[in-house]
T-cell receptor
Framework: AQSVTQLGSHVSVSEGALVLLRCNYS??????LFWYVQYPNQGLQLLLK??????LVKGINGFEAEFKKSETSFHLTKPSAHMSDAAEYFC??????????FGAGTRLTVKP | EAGVTQSPTHLIKTRGQQATLRCSPI?????VYWYQQALGLGLQFLLW???????NRGNFPPRFSGRQFPNYSSELNVNALELEDSALYLC???????????????FGPGTRLLVL
């Protein structure tokens, strides 16, 4: 079965610094990969989705992620962190039958 | 366009009682998914319904059950509540399988269940 591993349960960056959230996946077939964000006391909001059309995927709020098959990775980046980016981020993989599996999540803290 | 809605927003029950959580998908979506998000445990897949049928089930005991109605809304029932059932329960919807894979799931705000 497919799975994802998010490296680092907590990441702290300074405002204006690069954000890098790591995600590695495991899948027996070409996967669909997702990044979601969850703000406190809210549901999950889709940031971006990889569908094999392009390896570099641009999402909302200035985030992007690069699919690297050789590294089985789909890391999320943003060049310059804003205070409003503080949230929990989830990587997810879906291959067959819309069976989506989530990583454990990475909590991003942005320091002023 | 309205998003996924869930009710109630909060629910307080005592151990042994039953809880019923409701979800209305985005208009036109036929697939509904349920997840449990307990503190420190991430999102755990519970159930997937499509076109009124249960398509998949996560590793949860049978006291977690649900159904999908003809209008594609869904209900999650948790019987014989235990303290560890306290969690945020998230519902998501997607357009529907129809042979497609990798559909984006759109999430509701969740129902926070507290079992005392």
């Amino acid at each position: 079965a497919q799975s994802v591993t998010q490296l680092g349960s907590h990441v702290s960056v300074s405002e204006g610094a690069l954000v890098l959230l790591r995600c590695n996946y495991s899948s027996s077939v070409p996967p669909y990969l997702f990044w979601y964000v969850q703000y406190p006391n809210q549901g999950l909001q889709l940031l971006l989705k990889y569908t094999s059309a392009a390896t570099l995927v641009k999402g909302i709020n200035g985030f992007e992620a690069e699919f690297k098959k050789s590294e089985t990775s789909f890391h999320l980046t943003k060049p310059s962190a804003h205070m409003s980016d503080a949230a929990e981020y989830f990587c997810a993989v879906s291959d067959r039958d819309n069976d989506m599996r989530f990583g454990a999540g990475t909590r991003l803290t942005v320091k002023p | 366009e309205a998003g996924v809605t869930q009710s109630p927003t909060h629910l307080i029950k005592t151990r042994g009682q039953q809880a019923t959580l409701r979800c209305s998908p985005i208009s036109g979506h036929t697939s509904v998914y349920w997840y449990q998000q307990a503190l420190g445990l991430g999102l755990q897949f519970l159930l997937w319904y499509d076109e009124g049928e249960e398509r998949n089930r996560g590793n949860f005991p049978p006291r977690f059950s649900g159904r999908q109605f003809p209008n594609y809304s869904s209900e999650l029932n948790v019987n014989a509540l235990e303290l560890e059932d306290s969690a945020l329960y998230l519902c998501a919807s997607s357009p529907g399988t129809s042979g497609r894979n990798g559909e984006t799931q759109y999430f509701g705000p969740g129902t926070r269940l507290l079992v005392l």
